[in-house]
């Protein structure tokens, strides 16, 4: 059963700590995207990439995010130093490397995120 | 810029009553245009899609959206809704470079 899955899905953290957050791509899958979604402003697009190389990052506040991808299976997102309004649920989602013929984005449960 | 507005947050709706939501999109360009679902504590599953062709376009679970390029809007519609439709449902749009970017919601509640 091919799914995305993200880890952790579940994080509590204080402010100022460094939070990583990992996200495994359906096999195969060369685009990745990490939204980040709060009641606020709804599904906002942090980054994407495709073939492991960032498209567009201009979503992230970049003195404090960094988004990469290591390898094919494995992209990640981090916080250093998080803060209390970074407290969302960030969804990772990856597609097939031609959006514009199957259209499908595939998305994994989330990872809550609390800043206290 | 791309850009999606779905301006109703919440839509109550009674149980085989049928359903509208609304969707505009901004796209200087032919849109690429999806219906996902989200239901509580769960990602976001494809609902149907638009790329070319037949305007009004059939998805899963009942639903259908019509692409009005006119009024750039893409609307989903459902016949007659059950309870398990309770959900929140997006609206997005595939731009340059592959962006995907999507609304900010409408939480749909199903009243008996």
């Known amino acids: 059963d091919a799914r995305v899955t993200q880890t952790p899905r579940d994080k509590v953290t204080e402010m100022g700590q460094e939070v990583t957050m990992r996200c495994q791509p359906i096999l195969g899958h060369n685009t990745v995207f990490w939204y980040r979604q709060t009641m606020k402003q709804g599904l906002e697009l942090l980054a994407y990439f495709r073939n492991r190389a960032p498209l567009d990052d201009s979503g992230m506040p970049k003195d404090r995010f960094s988004a990469e991808m290591p390898d094919a299976t494995l992209a990640t997102l981090k916080i250093q130093p998080s803060e209390p309004r970074d407290s969302a649920v960030y969804f990772c989602?990856?597609?097939?490397?031609?959006?514009?013929?199957?259209?499908?984005?595939?998305f994994g449960e989330g990872s809550r995120l609390t800043v206290l | 810029a791309q850009s999606v507005t779905q301006p109703d947050i919440h839509i109550t709706v009674s149980e085989g009553a049928s359903l509208e939501l609304r969707c505009n999109y901004s796209y200087g360009a032919t849109p690429y245009l999806f219906w996902y679902v989200q239901s509580p504590g769960q990602g976001l599953q494809l609902l149907l899609k638009y790329f070319s062709g037949d305007t009004l376009v059939q998805g899963i679970k009942g639903f259908e959206a019509e692409f009005k390029r006119s009024q750039s809007s893409f609307n989903l519609r459902k016949p007659s809704v059950h309870w398990s439709d309770a959900a929140e449902y997006f609206c997005a749009v595939l731009g340059g470079y592959q962006k995907v970017t999507f609304g900010t919601g409408t939480k749909l509640q199903v009243i008996p």
């Open positions: 989602a990856s597609g097939t490397g031609d959006l514009l013929n199957t259209g499908e984005l595939f």
